[in-house]
């Protein structure tokens, strides 16, 4: 949850990308509790998948395959 001008990064990923998608996957693990807690309080149609181990951003995105019907974009948020 690094912050820039007093936003995390985070923040500015979700408002670009916003205006494109209609729902977010946040597929969380360290500090888990902040992002969560963070999205929680946005305005945006979200879900969380955890990866317990980190295995790389291949096993993150194999962890959503139960919540992806359609195309979708892979973007990193840390």
């Known amino acids: 949850m690094v912050e820039v001008n007093r936003k995390p990064i985070l923040k500015y990923v979700i408002d670009y990308w916003k205006e494109y998608v209609s729902e977010f996957i946040f597929v969380v693990g360290y500090k888990k509790e902040q992002v969560i807690d963070?999205?929680?309080?946005?305005?945006?149609?979200?879900?969380?998948?955890?990866?317990?181990?980190?295995?790389?951003?291949?096993?993150?995105?194999?962890?959503?395959?139960?919540?992806?019907?359609?195309?979708?974009?892979?973007?990193?948020?840390?």
């Open 38 to 78: 963070y999205v929680s309080n946005l305005n945006i149609n979200y879900k969380f998948v955890e990866q317990n181990k980190l295995r790389g951003i291949a096993d993150a995105i194999y962890k959503t395959k139960d919540l992806i019907i359609d195309d979708f974009i892979v973007v990193l948020g840390d």
